[in-house]
């Protein structure tokens, strides 16, 4: 396997017309639901949320927050700003406030962060190192996992060509001294819409509208540094197997020697975080992940033990790093008093378009091969998964609703095969211990049936 060393190589690959590339027809998208707006020049734009995946693992705002993405009109109620920052370009969908109207919005230099505006929601495209049915798929396939790396809801969303290459010259009008990987992306964009014809992967069959993914954007979110490590993008995933959370998945110690207890409070944090890795490992070893070590994030929690239940409750903290110390709000603290409570971090997931198509960096390094530790509970929604891969219908679901194309689809077979072959061997081989489900260090937990074949 040939690996990206950066996806700055990606520009002018992606960028450049692609042989047997296909234009959305938009009347093929059908969904769960379909909304239109109307743009100024008279374009009919198109927000898709797809179908739910049957038995996914769907959170109770999932449903609401799909529809508040496509609620967002881009003409009446949102502000619209070309991005600046990272690698990959895309438009920021900010919400107006006191002192920013939309129309101020949109006439600004679009300096987000010096504004003090919020970000609702990103719209990426197949661009440079993205790939929009990865930012539709990783949504869905977070579902069908069980919910691992908490991903953010992602729907499907159109744009007038006319409006984007308005905001794709205000982007290379902002970055026109920038030797940045974003600016000569922006700049690429510019000849794209000098000939969309020749670049069907990113317009539908018209050619008169750009299509991507829109996807909820996490707020007051922090790099997860524990699990990435910090240095160089080239050596980075080399680096992420030598951090300590890895370095735990992989151990063929118990989880109780790993914490040295198993008592609830003490053991929560060391279970979520190894569980979220190895799920982190098996989605970005299911959907070719090439860019994920440095773009891993997380937000505290409180994990506690219902009293009067017995059950575990999950409340959002405002907790603060300060000095590599969990500093928690004293009112927290005296609403928590009096049970089995600890603030921990949670891991999210919130950077997934540079997949499906890419180098999957995680076959490159043999990297589930390493994992000893993983939740029972991923382990049988995975094994579920992979079953009906066989079904045609399971074909169609990634092809309608998430826009795989049937190469997409064959990659994402071998992937799953590849990932149930090396999981079942560990498992019957007695090498991979399903110790990661929270549920089961509760007082009075029994330990339960984890058969290898399901």
């Known amino acids: 396997m040939k690996l990206a060393a950066t996806c700055t190589s990606a520009v002018l690959s992606v960028l450049a017309p692609v042989s047997g590339a296909f234009a959305v027809n938009l009347a093929n998208l059908q969904g769960e639901a379909r909304t239109e707006y109307l743009s100024p020049y008279g374009v009919r734009e198109l927000c898709v949320i797809a179908k739910k995946w049957p038995g996914g693992a769907y959170r109770s705002d999932d449903t609401g927050k799909e529809s508040t993405l496509c609620g967002y009109d881009f003409y009446r109620t949102m502000g619209l700003c070309p991005k600046y920052n990272s690698t990959n370009p895309g438009v920021l969908l900010i919400a107006p406030n006191a002192q920013y109207s939309k129309e101020a919005i949109d006439a600004s230099d679009c300096n987000v962060k010096k504004m003090g505006v919020k970000t609702e929601a990103k719209f990426k495209q197949t661009i440079t190192c993205s790939y929009t049915p990865s930012i539709l798929a990783y949504y869905h396939m977070s ?30 009008h902002a970055l026109r001294d920038s030797t940045d990987t ?36 996490v707020k007051n979110e922090n790099l997860y540094n ?17 951090q300590k959370p890895f370095q735990k998945v992989a151990s063929t110690k118990t989880l109780a020697q790993i914490a040295g207890s198993a008592e609830f409070t003490r053991v929560a944090q060391d279970v979520i975080q190894m569980k979220d890795v190895a799920d982190m490992v098996l989605i970005d070893t299911l959907m070719n992940q090439q860019d994920r070590i440095g773009n891993i994030h997380y937000k505290f929690y409180w994990y506690s033990i219902n009293p009067s239940t017995h059950r575990i409750e999950r409340a959002k903290s405002e907790a603060e790093l300060v000095d590599g110390k969990i500093v928690v709000p004293p009112e927290e603290k005296r609403q928590m008093a009096g049970r089995a409570a600890v603030v921990l971090k949670e891991m999210i997931l919130k950077d997934n378009d540079c997949g499906v198509i890419k180098d999957n960096m995680m076959r490159a390094y043999s990297v589930l091969e390493k994992v000893r530790h993983m939740s029972y509970l991923t382990y049988r929604y995975f094994m579920a998964f992979e079953k009906s891969l066989a079904n045609p219908a399971t074909k169609a679901y990634f092809k309608t609703e998430l826009l795989f194309t049937d190469k997409d689809y064959r990659s994402l077979q071998d992937n799953a095969a590849k990932a149930r072959e090396i999981l079942t061997g560990a498992c019957r081989t007695g090498q991979l211990k399903f110790d990661l489900d929270l549920e089961n260090y509760l007082p009075g937990a029994r330990p339960p049936l984890t058969p290898c074949s399901i």
Request: aromatic share 8%; glycine share 10%.
């Open 143 to 172: 579902r069908i996992l069980g919910g691992v790396g908490r991903v953010p809801v992602s729907v499907i969303r159109t744009m007038d060509l006319k409006v984007h290459s308005q905001l794709t010259s205000k982007a290379v």
């Open 182 to 217: 974003i600016a000569e992306a922006w700049r690429k964009l510019g000849e794209m819409h000098l000939n969309p014809r020749a670049f069907p992967q990113l317009t539908d069959t018209t050619f008169t509208q750009l299509y991507g993914g829109l996807s909820d954007n």
């Open 226 to 242: 524990d699990v990435s490590g910090r240095g160089p993008y080239n050596s980075r995933y080399q680096r992420f197997l030598k």
